[in-house]
């Protein structure tokens, strides 16, 4: 299994600002996820980064607003620009074991809360 | 378009008895399927999966079955405990991009003493 952190584990925001999120695996992966859970909702994968190359968003979601970088092989941040009261959601980074049998870990989650 | 779908939000089980959780999928490239278990306040916890090849997989008290006819699987908990009562998501991977997950509505499980 594979240990993620992530940072902050909360936060409240005023909106127009803009807040970067934090990703930190015990272990080199391939790829690593952001996902969000907007309140009472189920978990929309927003993103895939492979480290060296840019980010591949799903429909819906754009680099402008949410913006990602994934240095080396253990670290991913995920950034929520120009936020508004509809950004309020948990967000959370996933990776996988990288093998045809896989299961993603997470990590705890950031509970972001625009005001 | 939700491509899985978990029918029942909530799900309200006698401790000892079974807990039966369904998800329906539309989505014909998804082959390989998991469950995972939510505190508040926490990250997913994986519990079970279960590949497209196989119709049956068991850890221990976790079950899941898959009916590809259906395109419809299950997760059985027994015996249910309190310390099942949590929300379960049912998600759903293809071949193709393993990792990157959809994910169903979710289903509160609430197990009683």
């Known amino acids: 299994s594979a240990v993620i952190s992530q940072k902050p584990s909360r936060d409240i925001c005023q909106r127009g600002t803009s807040l970067t999120i934090q990703c930190q695996v015990d272990s080199q992966v391939t790829m690593m996820f952001w996902y969000r859970q907007q309140p009472g909702q189920s978990l929309t994968l927003i993103a895939t980064?492979?480290?060296?190359?840019?980010?591949?968003?799903e429909s819906g979601f754009v680099i402008d607003k949410f913006p990602i970088s994934r240095p080396n092989l253990t670290f991913s941040t995920l950034t929520v620009s120009n936020m508004s009261p509809e950004d309020s959601s948990i967000y959370l980074c996933?990776?996988?074991?990288?093998?045809?049998?896989?299961?993603?870990?997470f990590g705890q989650g950031t509970r972001l809360t625009v005001v | 378009d939700q491509q899985v779908k978990q029918n029942s939000p909530s799900l309200s089980v006698q401790e000892g008895r079974i807990s039966i959780l369904n998800c329906d999928y539309t989505n014909s490239m998804f082959d390989y399927f998991l469950w995972y278990k939510k505190y508040p306040a926490e990250g997913p916890t994986f519990l079970i999966s279960i590949s497209s090849i196989k119709d049956k997989n068991e850890d221990g008290r976790f079950t899941v079955f898959l009916n590809k006819s259906a395109k419809h699987l299950s997760l059985h908990i027994v015996p249910s405990q309190p310390g099942d009562s949590a929300v379960y998501f049912c998600?759903?991977?293809?071949?193709?991009?393993?990792?990157?997950?959809?994910f169903g509505q979710g289903t509160i499980l609430t197990v009683h003493p």
């Open positions: 996933s990776v996988d074991r990288g093998q045809m049998n896989t299961e993603a870990f």
């Open positions: 980064a492979n480290q060296g190359s840019e980010a591949t968003y």
């Open positions: 998600a759903a991977s293809a071949r193709t991009s393993y990792g990157k997950l959809t």
